[in-house]
């Protein structure tokens, strides 16, 4: 179909600029690249072609996107005839279905103004780029409301996924200024095209309404980078109280720590104290002794050593065992563990009390922009 187009009015190369730079739905390429203004001239014909980046909310999905419409046109100053390729992103677009109501209408702007389809164009999708920074902005004042309020020692109602939305938020603020450089770009050579009069002569509705446009790109340009710098900052501060957060948890376990290794040391010393005479009583306890009452003195058995031969040897065939389990790597020592795993609860670890605070991690579904 555009090869027919191209062949039948003579179109020129620059045209197949356009819709190069078009995609698949689902491809995500060149996401802030738009087309330059472009214009070529052979005789009394001008080509002028470029493409725009704008804002688009779509109801169905309840989502905001970024979408790209192009536009090529050629006019014949001796004929004073224009030929105007739209390419839009749906059949039914804004700019599309206004164009066909002016064409409908005989509106008396397309046969004076040759740039007419150009302020259409504007005017259908840039005033959305102030809602779209809002809609953004209103996601991002409660994060920062609430890591500035938040205290390193108190609960946390920030966690490692709202950290995920900032970033998310600073990438489509950071992509706004370079979207909008282009279009001032664009609306600056427009001017200069219109203000020359290599086309017509002068406009001065036409090059207001652009120079109020380039007014507006800048504005909103300026918007986005300053809320872009704010999220920035608000994302260092919560990944700061964060970390921050895990030292003070890792202090306490440190603390708790210390705590039952002093627990530890009091039991060891009175287990060296008592472990003697604990011995002592457990020998005299046994039926090796008994008292002479005739000869008022302690009789022992010759069978004594039965005790100190089996106490050796389970002593010896511990200390075996556990070397040989050392040589081994361990791998019957993580199986023991494993085996006890199943009957006992959870160990409280920094990881575990940082998602009993922070609520788990959330998946956050965002807005992808849609090259076309």
Known sequence: MLDLLVTGHGIGPSFWAVPSCFYRRSDDLEGVYCLPFTETFSGSITEISYTLRYPEYKPQEKKWVIRQSGIYHRYDKTSSQSLFVLFSPTPQSKAHLQAENLLRDLDPEVESDPFWLHRVLFSEYFPAWREYIAVHERRFLPLAGSTIATFITGPLSLGYDSLSTLTALQTRF????????????????????????SVI?????????????????????????????RVQIVSKLLADTLLFRNQVLAKEQNTNMLQLNKSAVFITTLTLVYLPSSFLATIFGMNFFDMDQANNRIV???????????????????????????RRNGPALRWLVSKRRGRRRPTWNIELVRRQITGGPNTSSEAQPCPA
């Open 300 to 326: 022992g058995t010759p069978m004594i050593w039965i005790f100190f031969v089996s106490s050796t040897a389970l002593t010896a065939f511990t200390f075996l065992l556990y070397f040989w389990l050392l």
């Open 174 to 197: 950071l992509e706004v200024p370079t979207i909008l450089a282009s279009a001032t770009d664009t609306i600056d050579e427009l001017c200069t095209v219109i203000s020359s009069g």
């Open 201 to 229: 002569s002068t406009n001065n509705a036409g090059v207001h309404f652009f120079k109020n446009c380039r007014r507006e790109c800048i504005a909103n340009s300026h918007n986005a980078s300053h809320l872009q710098e």
